[in-house]
Each structure stands twice: as C-alpha cells, then as structure tokens.
C-alpha cells in the first residue's frame, strides 16, 4: 500500500530557515509527481508546487513561486519544502501528496501525508 | 478570492440529498477536468472524484459528480453523519498556470 509520510510539526521564529519533508514508500516514488498543499489556520486549501522526483522538475505556483523552494532525493524517496526566511504568515499546515499528471498539468492527488503543522512566532 | 466559487455551506437531514456547486471559467473547468476533495475535521484532504465524475476505489456511490461548461457539481445522496466535512473542487487554470481549489464548501448534517 502506498503511503506518504510526513516530518513532525515545527515551532520558528521570523527569519529563520526550515526544511520539512515528505517521504514515500510502498510504491515507485518516481513514477508520479509530489504537490505541497498550504492549509492557513481555518482556511481552504491551497497548491503551492509540484516536483518530478526522477528528474527534479518543478513548477510553482505563481502565490509562492521564489518564496518557497521544493526539491527531491529520489535516493530515499522524499521530498522537501523549505524557506529561506520565515515570516509569520507561513503559520500553516502544510501537505504533501501523491500526485497525477494529464497532459504535463496537475490532476488528481490521491495519496497525502498527515500534514506538518509549522508555527512562526516570536 | 478564489477562482473557482462554492457555496461556504450546505446541509440535509440523514438520507437527504445535498448538491454542491462549482464555477469557474474558461481557462479551468471550462478547459480542463474537475476534481473534487473530503477533507474530514482534523484530517488530511481525500481525493473523492477525479476526471470530472470518476470515483476512485473505496469511494462509495452515494458521491457524484458532473460538469457543463465552466461550473461543476457534486452530490451526495443518502446523506450519512460521517459526511460532515469540507468540500473542495479543483482544477488546473491554463491562463494562470496554477492548479486552483475552490474556497470550500462545509457540509452539515442536521
């Protein structure tokens, strides 16, 4: 059974940088593509990205294209999302999903991980 | 603001019958395929439709979708507590290049 498992919530200041990450397992990881997902505290979903674990292509989407960097390790089959400076708005859960491709577009995301919850404060 | 606009709510007694609506454009449903999102109170989102009204595995029959131009639907029949949740349809918008939810639409069940 194929399923995407997530790194634990993260406490940050402002300015500081973070990682968290997004493993697979139970299927080829490179076989399909991995979008993160914003969730704001009481708000809808959002996509912020897609990358292409064989080859680490990504696409952004224009909200948080050069505010976030998505890449990949196809070696261990995870991926990651990471900010360079934190800010207090990027306050949210955050998913990474499984996910299929029509017509090199973004289609469905049938598999997702638990969420990573990531608090800024001072 | 989102692209695609739902209703913020809707709601039915057991057994009922709740539609919820999805209005887009050119660029997304008007283009592309529809799909449709569960994400139940503290969890993950669950993908409930894909191809504007294929379910995959594991998702009952009571859920069903459909799409005309540039809005989509979906139902669900036989309204069942469990299905409290949010709902959320989304679509690939070709002139943002950007996969775009729609604002979310809370189901409840009286």
């Known amino acids: 059974e194929v399923e995407v498992v997530q790194s634990g919530a993260e406490v940050k200041k402002p300015g500081e940088s973070l990682r968290i990450s997004c493993k697979g397992s139970?299927?080829?990881?490179?076989?399909?593509?991995i979008s993160w997902v914003r969730q704001m505290p009481g708000k809808g979903l959002e996509w912020m990205g897609r990358?292409?674990?064989?080859?680490?292509?990504?696409n952004y989407s224009p909200s948080f294209q050069g505010h976030v960097t998505i890449s990949a390790d196809k070696s261990i089959n995870t991926a990651y999302l990471q900010w360079s400076s934190l800010k207090a708005s990027d306050t949210a859960i955050y998913y990474c999903?499984?996910?299929?491709?029509?017509?090199?577009?973004?289609?469905?995301?049938?598999?997702w991980g638990q969420g990573t919850t990531v608090t800024v404060s001072s | 603001q989102s692209v695609l606009t739902q209703p913020p709510s809707a709601s039915g007694t057991p057994g009922q019958r709740v539609n919820i609506s999805c209005s887009g454009s050119?660029?997304?449903?008007?283009?592309?395929?529809v799909y449709w999102y569960q994400q139940l109170p503290g969890t993950a989102p669950k993908n409930l439709i894909y191809?504007?009204?294929l379910r995959p595995s594991g998702v009952p029959d009571r859920f069903s979708a459909s799409k005309s131009g540039t809005s989509a639907s979906l139902a669900i029949s036989g309204l069942r507590s469990e299905d409290e949740a949010d709902y959320y349809c989304?679509?690939?918008?070709?002139?943002?290049?950007?996969?775009?939810f729609g604002s979310g639409t809370k189901v409840t069940v009286l």
């Open positions: 999903a499984r996910t299929y491709y029509d017509i090199l577009t973004v289609a469905a995301m049938d598999v």
């Open positions: 139970g299927d080829s990881f490179t076989s399909y593509w």
């Open positions: 990358i292409d674990p064989s080859d680490s292509y990504t």
């Open positions: 050119s660029s997304n449903i008007g283009k592309t395929y």
């Open positions: 191809r504007n009204n």
């Open positions: 989304a679509a690939w918008d070709d002139s943002l290049s950007d996969y775009v």
